[in-house]
T-cell receptor, first 111, second 113 residues
Framework: DAGVIQSPRHEVTEMGQEVTLRCKPI?????LFWYRQTMMRGLELLIY????????DSGMPEDRFSAKMPNASFSTLKIQPSEPRDSAVYFC?????????FGDGTRLSIL | AQSVTQLGSHVSVSEGALVLLRCNYS??????LFWYVQYPNQGLQLLLK??????LVKGINGFEAEFKKSETSFHLTKPSAHMSDAAEYFC???????????FGKGTRLSVIA
């Protein structure tokens, strides 16, 4: 049974470039969450969706961040333009009901 | 609003010794509580969950946790540590079945041979 799939696993890019992170949730799950993990702030919610509709995006740091869920099997998190302080591990998680199931994350480094 | 406090950012135990990782929560509603484990360069794996059923919850890999409402605690224990238990452990709280998780800062467990 496939889990949550995130791509890429690692991304290194230069400041100012656009970054797109991708997530495929577990089939049948109707909730999708994006979290960010940093040494300073730990794990924090960025945004979450229910049935492809954004429910709460209050955790998105600023307008440079955007997230979409065009269908039940795919979501993207985009950063444009990227900055060094965006360097972190970004996790996607999905659920039908608790608990949430996490992907392996995307380790993002902005130079 | 929910919050989680994990006491001790780093815990070190000898192989075969008791593991005790502490978690205290704050919640305005009866909480859902979770422990996740994270191995290096991997995602978070669920160890166990409390969802208002039995207060003593058994999880994978021999871990268990006890929900104590009076102490607002949900400490994680394992009777005998194995080298393979070395990892980062996160306690998390949720207000309901489908709201986002609020995580503690994590506790890194080291197991000494």
């Amino acid at each position: 049974d496939a889990g949550v799939i995130q791509s890429p696993r690692h991304e290194v890019t230069e400041m100012g470039q656009e970054v797109t992170l991708r997530c495929k949730p577990i089939s049948g799950h109707d909730y999708l969450f994006w979290y960010r993990q940093t040494m300073m702030r730990g794990l924090e919610l960025l945004i979450y969706f229910n049935n492809n509709v954004p429910i709460d995006d209050s955790g998105m740091p600023e307008d440079r961040f955007s997230a979409k869920m065009p269908n039940a099997s795919f979501s993207t998190l985009k950063i444009q333009p990227s900055e060094p302080r965006d360097s972190a591990v970004y996790f996607c998680a999905s659920s039908l009901f608790q608990p949430q199931h996490f992907g392996d994350g995307t380790r993002l480094s902005i130079l | 609003a929910q919050s989680v406090t994990q006491l001790g950012s780093h815990v070190s135990v000898s192989e075969g010794a008791l593991v005790l990782l502490r978690c205290n929560y704050s919640s305005s509603v009866p909480p859902y509580l979770f422990w996740y484990v994270q191995y290096p360069n991997q995602g978070l794996q669920l160890l166990l969950k409390y969802t208002s059923a039995a207060t003593l919850v058994k999880g994978i890999n021999g871990f268990e946790a006890e929900f104590k409402k009076s102490e607002t605690s949900f400490h994680l224990t394992k009777p005998s540590a194995h080298m393979s238990d070395a990892a980062e452990y996160f306690c998390a709280v949720s207000a309901s079945g489908n709201t986002p998780l609020v995580f503690g800062k994590g506790t890194r467990l080291s197991v000494i041979a």
